[in-house]
């Protein structure tokens, strides 16, 4: 039996795993980011990581193939930097060499999505596929392809963020520094916001009532909706409506066979999923055909980035 070594860095987790060639994850290790703090402190505690995983998993370093990492922002998986990464606050961090530091073994990396879109072509909801696309609505919404079995990364390693493009014209404002990208509407934070707005503007709904004992999250309008809340319903079809017109859009462009969308919020199922999947299918161009994208919920949950992550070393070469 193989075993690879895959790192999901998070902006508040690190989370190392060993994965075997069957696609299992035979054991992790995981501590918090704890960012900001210097990058080389955070390189460190991933190498500590990944030698738990190992050592949880009962084997030694010898035993494993490769190392890969999955990392928000911008990562170039020629030169093993990551050139740009806003939440973590790295620039231009030389993440293979910090790592080698430590373990004498080919290390390599890639944007978070990405690994995770990998880790489902490979092991699950978009397996088999020929040509999938990738979204997960999490912090932010991001965005893997693959094409032909490969990533694509654009020329310069910075796709694809389908979750900085533009879905309503001055709209909200997005961390990128765009106002109105797809992830200000279908991330779970944009989610969030919207919430936060409508209890803002109906005091007496039930949303308002749930906030004031606990803390609001992306469940909370899909919570007071299921309870006959019809402001929260309102917030819920608002949200559809927005993921609808970013997944019609991907599919426009990129016409794939699987598009599969994971991240916190598709823990609500069919709920989001058939709703969205009418729309889309009533919009996208090529509305008639028999061959329109399938439309997906991803399978491996937090996984997908560890599991895509430990089998970085196959996917671009
Ligand atoms: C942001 C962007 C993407 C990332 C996506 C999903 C940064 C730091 N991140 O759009 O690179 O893939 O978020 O990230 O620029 P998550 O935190 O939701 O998993
Ligand atoms: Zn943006």
Redesign the pocket.
């Known amino acids: 039996m193989k075993y690879y070594v895959g790192i999901d860095l998070?902006?508040t987790n690190i989370v190392a795993g060993v994965v075997d060639e069957e696609y299992n994850i035979v054991a992790k290790a995981s501590t918090k980011t704890n960012c900001p703090r210097p990058e080389k402190e955070i390189a460190d505690d991933m190498a500590k990581m990944a030698i738990q995983a190992v050592e949880n998993a009962n084997l030694t370093m010898e035993q494993i193939e490769w190392i890969g990492i999955g990392t928000?922002?911008i990562a170039n998986s020629e030169t093993g930097i990551i050139e740009y990464?806003?939440?973590?606050g790295f620039k231009d961090t030389p993440m293979v060499e910090y790592i080698r530091e430590t373990i004498d073994k080919p290390v390599f990396i890639e944007?978070?999505?990405n690994a995770a879109a990998y880790g489902e072509f490979v092991a699950g909801a978009a397996k088999g596929a020929k040509n999938a696309v990738c979204i997960?609505l999490?912090?932010?919404?991001?965005g893997g392809i693959i094409v032909e079995g490969k990533i694509y990364s654009g020329s310069n390693f910075a796709g694809a963020?389908i979750?900085?493009t533009v879905i309503e014209v001055d709209g909200a404002q997005c961390s990128c520094g765009r106002k109105g990208c797809f992830?200000a509407y279908s991330?779970a934070t944009g989610l969030i916001r919207m919430t936060n707005e409508a209890i803002a503007e109906h005091p007496d709904s039930l949303m308002a009532e749930m906030a004031k004992s606990a803390k609001v999250t992306a469940r909370t309008s899909f919570d007071a909706m299921r309870d006959g809340d019809k402001y929260a319903k309102e917030i819920v079809d608002k949200y559809i409506k927005y993921l609808a017109a970013g997944i019609t859009n991907t599919i426009n462009i990129f016409q794939p066979d699987v598009l599969c969308i994971g991240g916190g919020v598709c823990n609500e199922g069919d709920a989001l999923l058939i709703p969205v999947k009418e729309i889309v299918m009533k919009e996208v161009y090529t509305r008639n055909s028999e061959k329109n994208a399938e439309i997906v919920i991803a399978k491996l949950g937090n996984d997908a980035g560890i599991i895509g992550a430990a089998f970085l070393g196959r996917a671009n070469g």
């Open positions: 998070g902006g928000p922002g990464s806003n939440n973590l944007n978070d999505a997960t999490g912090t932010g919404v991001g963020e979750g900085h992830e991330s």
